[in-house]
Structures are given as structure tokens and as C-alpha cells.
Nanobody
Framework: QVPLVESGGGLVQPGGSLRLSCAASGFTFSRYTMSWYRQAQGKQRELVAKITSNGMSTNYKDSVKGRFTISRDNAKNTVYLQMNSLKPEDTAVYYC????????????WGQGTQVTVSS
């Protein structure tokens, strides 16, 4: 059983939108801080957005503030990343990750979903 499975990636034109989903299983999702990371080809993995277990607090990478929104549905064991006004520099493999606290090490990682922003 894979703890985290991402979906929703694809090819989109600049200015377009995508919504990523990450479905969790095998652990108590509602107790975990959830994060979205991304890794562009040849670059290090970077944190994009983070949300507390109860969804009350979020944090974003500066370059995505105002364009991306992280949210979660604890009843569905799913975390989302709504991405609007996409830019070519947003092209990357996007991963979700789960940690037991805001500053805790990550216990689970997804396999990633490719997002390509190109005309």
C-alpha cells in the first residue's frame, strides 16, 4: 500500500491552471502536517506549500504566493494544491509529503506528478 499518491499533473499553457491532489492511506492523515514540494530538472527539491493538520495555518514559497493555494479535506484523506497563473518556471515534478509536526522530519513521500508549463 502506497501511503501517498499524487495526481492531476499534466501539460498546461502559461497562465493556465492545474489542481494537484494527494490521496493518503495507511496512516492517520488528520494528525499530519502536509507539504507540497517540487523538483525541476537539474535542481534541488524545494518546498512549495505547507498546511497544518487542522488546515488552519499555511505557508508558501514566495514565488507562488497569490497564485497557489494548499488545502486539505481530512474526511477524504486528501491534500490539494490549486495552481493558477502558471509560469514556465513552475515546471517540475511535484511531490506531497507528510510529517507529524510543522518542523518534524517527513515520514511519507509520494511518487510525484509531472507538471509542465509550456506553449
Amino acid at each position: 500500500q502506497v501511503p501517498l499518491v499524487e495526481s492531476g499533473g499534466g501539460l498546461v499553457q502559461p497562465g493556465g491552471s492545474l489542481r494537484l491532489s494527494c490521496a493518503a492511506s495507511g496512516f492517520t492523515f488528520s494528525r499530519y502536517t502536509m507539504s507540497w514540494y517540487r523538483q525541476a530538472q537539474g535542481k534541488q527539491r524545494e518546498l512549495v506549500a505547507k498546511i497544518t493538520s487542522n488546515g488552519m495555518s499555511t505557508n508558501y514559497k514566495d514565488s507562488v504566493k497569490g497564485r497557489f493555494t494548499i488545502s486539505r479535506d481530512n474526511a477524504k484523506n486528501t491534500v490539494y494544491l490549486q495552481m493558477n497563473s502558471l509560469k514556465p518556471e513552475d515546471t517540475a515534478v511535484y511531490y506531497c509529503a507528510a510529517a507529524r509536526g510543522w518542523s518534524a522530519d517527513y515520514d511519507y513521500w509520494g511518487q510525484g506528478t509531472q507538471v509542465t508549463v509550456s506553449s
